[in-house]
């Protein structure tokens, strides 16, 4: 069984000091959606009050195990070598650099998801995300060497593993299992 436990500095670093993290800075473009938007992608995953206060639950569950998700989540896609390429050198081999430096922001991201307020902000970050997976943005963050963008269709992919897998990081506290039933079917658009 791999240890969840976090780095003190995940849990207390101030996400502003994680570096490239540019979440409500002037160095994060505006989204081309719009609030109105937001509220219809909250309408179409049916999200509720009650999700959003089970989201915040999430976050006190999961900002101590933020850590060993992505560590979990990056192992897995280790078993694909055919992914190598995006987060490692273009030609498959590893950028322990590279992932050092973006491992934070993924870290943050699991506890920004959960807690954020979904405003235009929460969208601005969204698509700055976005930007960073595309021939836009990718690798300029880290001046990374690796390949120049990840295809849509793994990120959207990869969207499952992160929903099915944080069930068992949410129960692994001994959570009720109705709260973690709550918990974990609250979307987030």
Not at 7 to 12: A, D, G, H, S
Not at 30 to 39: A, V
Request: negative net charge; contains cysteine.
């Amino acid at each position: 069984m791999t240890d969840h436990t976090p780095t003190p500095e995940l849990v207390t670093r101030n996400p502003e000091q994680i570096p490239g993290y540019t979440y409500g800075t002037d160095k994060v473009s505006p989204s081309p959606l719009t609030l109105l938007d937001l509220d219809r992608l909250k309408e179409a995953v049916w999200l509720t009050a009650d999700d959003e206060q089970a989201l915040r639950e999430t976050a006190e569950v999961l900002a101590d195990q933020a850590e060993g998700m992505v560590t979990a989540y990056r192992a897995r896609l280790g078993d694909q070598p055919w992914r190598a390429g995006y987060s490692g050198h273009p030609d498959g081999t590893p950028n322990p650099e590279y992932s050092a430096a973006s491992k934070p922001r993924f870290d943050r991201w699991i506890i920004d998801a959960c807690t954020r307020p979904l405003d235009q902000h929460w969208l601005d970050c969204q698509r700055e995300i976005g930007l960073r997976h595309s021939a836009v943005k990718k690798n300029k963050t880290d001046n990374a060497d690796s390949l120049d963008r990840v295809p849509m269709r793994y990120l959207l992919a990869f969207t499952a593993v992160v929903i099915a897998t944080a069930r068992g990081f949410l129960a692994a506290k001994g959570a009720p299992l109705e709260q973690v039933d709550r918990m974990h079917s609250a979307p987030n658009p």
